[in-house]
């Protein structure tokens, strides 16, 4: 995001998301506390809390996804506000209408929040100075750059498995250098104080040098996940490739798939993360992510309340504006 676009307004507050560069500790962690506190009335399908009673939240997707638009689609309604969800590619898109055209059209049915996915990187930003100050912008996933409930709903789970960042090693793995959750993880992760983050994977697939400050990298998976306490798996991001060469998946699966094997020699502190989809058999075997130490579909459940944290911030921060 180009430094000219504040996320927050004159007083700090929430007014968009888009990305978790350059947010600090302290919105950060207010972000985590009250998703701890939505996590802990674990809701159940029905409405529970009035925080975006009479609000509209439409969700634009033009990637596809399952975890991200069915936990921000059941967080609004949780929070009271109507959702509309749209598939771009069904949209007025397909037939030629500029993304101005779309988010001026919604606009014209009175959006409160516009949840936005897309491949190419900008557009969140573009939408946020076309909305001004009428609508917010949340991010559900921008190109590789950033996907930041992914990075908030990765740092409460691992405060909940661990207690807090202190003196954690975690390691990322996999394809890295395409990964939008890779940077929203080390973005929150490095803010909240954890001090030893390490890249895993393939040369080809470690960012660019100068990205990621502060970590550590490693092209041996047995390194690199040695002692850590915390194993964030990724998938192959294939659909980024480009039109470039892919690696050969058997190779993959044998340098850095994690298996029951693998992992028992990574030592036994260490939980598994995966922010899915899930490619079996390929970056990760059955056995881990349906074992013990898997966190998966924990992830998946503070999904949900870290989507309700920050779309009451934003609709607290707003109140508070208008008061
Ligand atoms: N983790 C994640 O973003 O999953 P989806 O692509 O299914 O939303």
Redesign the pocket.
Known sequence: MSAGLPQLDEHGRLRHLITLDGLGKDLLEALLRRAERFAAAAPRGTRRAGALDGWTVVQLFG?????????FELAAVRLGAHVLTLDRALSSHAKGETLADTIGNLEAMSVDVFVI?DATPGVHEQVARAVGTRASVVS??EAHLS?PT?GLLDALTIRQAKGGFEGLAIAIVGDIGRSR?ARSAHHALATLGVQEIRLVGPREMLPAPGEFPGATRFESMDDGIAGADVIMMLRIQHERSGGGREPDLAAYRRDFGLTVERLSRAGSRAVVMH???LNRGVEIDSEVADGARSLIRR?VAN?VAVRMAVLAEIAEARRKRAA
Not at 63 to 69: A, V
């Open positions: 990637e596809p996804s399952t975890r991200t638009r069915a936990s996915r559900g996933g996907h992914q959750v922010p899915g989809p992830q999904g």
